[in-house]
């Protein structure tokens, strides 16, 4: 049997490498002398395999002014590999001083006695995964800065809305308040004509229902701008129930408004604001149910806290739109609430006041039989009575 040769020769060697997928290349003596070299390697560099037996840096005169050429002088000098991941470096591509990226290795080869006599170089061109990376990269920053743009649109966008939303509801609250008086005066004015007076009180309603829609548009844009702070004070919780209950059996005599009062509930809050939220649950609930049905308003102390709740027997609400109630215009799209006007502020805003005063509200709804909408705000501490 014929026995193989235990010594490569330089070609064989050079096969041998050739078939790495790796760029290898062998340098010797302190002059960076390229001993060997794959085709790899030299399609890095952009050369043939006539500068095998070259001084690196004539082989390869782009690599002057690089740092390559002294990390390897460095790396025969003290012994010690160098290694880099997705190194930039200037190599010859198609005729032209391109910059590639390689994941590089200088490992000195030693002698028996540790003294380096060469150098194993590999690499491998990384530059279209860096190239993609930044890609990746950039395109993210691009898009990133564009999220960031349109942000700042809509905040501009907002502020221009809740701008005109405010001076449009300032610009309706003026010859409202001036046709308000009017009525009051021609209704003081002992009017024999029951006609005249029974519409007079009419358009007196609509007036007010007009005068609190604006309100409201008012404090959305204010609400928005951080413009509403509260006027804390101390008042009777059941007080204030009773008046609004008054103030609405007015407007809607048709409908029972239950409201029982037991026993004083101090609470430390912005009045008129508990106010407007008690009014909106009531009207609400008197506008999604039938003319007639009863309203009954509830209060009472638990823990620390009062506890109110408005109940009709209404249309109710569907689960999927209980938690979307509080939301900014949100309201109920069904044949049953088209026909009944209003713009989806009055939760919302309520929503905002009793969060103000660090208290929860939520509803509850058993749909076709009717809601339950709560609301629960602190007593008044006792160092505060
Ligand atoms: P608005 O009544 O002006 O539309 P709100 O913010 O007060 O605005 O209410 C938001 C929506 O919640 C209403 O459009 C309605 O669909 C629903 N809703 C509120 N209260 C009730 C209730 N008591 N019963 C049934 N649906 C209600």
């Known amino acids: 049997m014929e026995s193989y040769s235990r010594v490569l020769s330089n070609d064989q060697l050079l ?95 030693k002698d028996e006695s540790g003294i380096p006599y060469c150098i194993l170089h590999t690499a491998s061109d990384v530059t279209d995964m860096v190239k ?15 999220d960031q743009e349109q942000m700042l649109i809509s905040i501009k966008e907002e502020q221009q809305k809740n701008d005109f939303i405010s001076m ?8 409202l308040t001036s046709i308000s008086a ?34 409201s548009f ?15 004070s101390h008042f009777d919780l059941d007080k204030v129930i009773l008046d609004v209950v008054d103030d609405l059996r007015l407007i809607y005599p048709a409908n029972h408004i239950n409201f029982e009062s037991h026993i004083a509930k101090s609470i430390y809050a912005d009045k008129d604001k508990i106010a407007s939220v008690i009014s909106n649950l009531i009207s609400n609930a008197v506008k999604y149910s039938d003319l007639n049905s009863t309203v009954l308003i509830q209060s009472e102390i638990s823990e620390n806290e009062v506890h109110v709740s408005v109940t009709d027997h209404g249309i109710g609400i569907e689960p999927h739109d209980l938690e979307k109630l509080f939301d900014r215009f949100f309201r109920v ?49 006792a160092d505060n009575v």
């Not at 390229?34 to 070259?54: H, L, P, T, V």
């Not at 449009?168 to 010859?175: D, G, N």
């Not at 209704?187 to 609190?212: C, E, H, P, W, Y």
């Not at 609430?337 to 209003?342: A, C, E, W």
Request: charged content about 20%; glycine content about 6%; overall charge neutral.
């Open 15 to 109: 096969e041998v490498l050739s078939l790495s997928k790796d760029a290898t290349a062998i340098y010797t003596s302190e002059h960076i002398v390229i001993e060997m070299a794959n085709d790899a390697m030299i399609s890095f560099w952009g050369k043939d395999r006539s500068i095998i037996g070259k001084p690196l840096e004539d082989a390869v005169p782009e690599l002057k002014g690089q740092p390559f050429i002294n990390m390897l002088k460095n790396v025969l000098l003290t012994g010690v590999t160098d290694k880099g991941d997705a190194i930039p470096a200037e190599t010859m591509r198609d005729g032209k001083l391109q910059t590639a990226y390689y994941t590089y290795e200088y490992r000195p080869i």
């Open 132 to 146: 993609a990376k930044k890609a990746i990269k950039e395109t993210e920053l691009q898009r990133e800065a564009l």
């Open 168 to 175: 449009v509801s300032h610009e309706l609250k003026t010859p």
């Open 182 to 215: 009017y009525i009051q005066l021609m209704q003081s004015r002992n009017l024999a004509d029951l006609f005249v007076v029974n519409t007079l009180g009419k358009v007196q309603k609509q007036i007010r229902k007009m005068s609190t829609l604006i309100s």
């Open 218 to 232: 008012l404090n959305v844009s204010r609400l928005e701008s951080g413009e509403i702070q509260l006027n804390l």
């Open 333 to 381: 799209s069904s044949q049953q609430t088209k026909t009944i006007s209003g713009f989806g502020i009055g939760l919302y805003l309520s929503a905002e006041i009793i969060n103000l005063h660090q208290g929860r509200i939520w509803a509850e709804s058993d749909y076709g039989v009717g809601s339950s909408f709560h609301f629960c705000v602190p007593l008044a501490q």
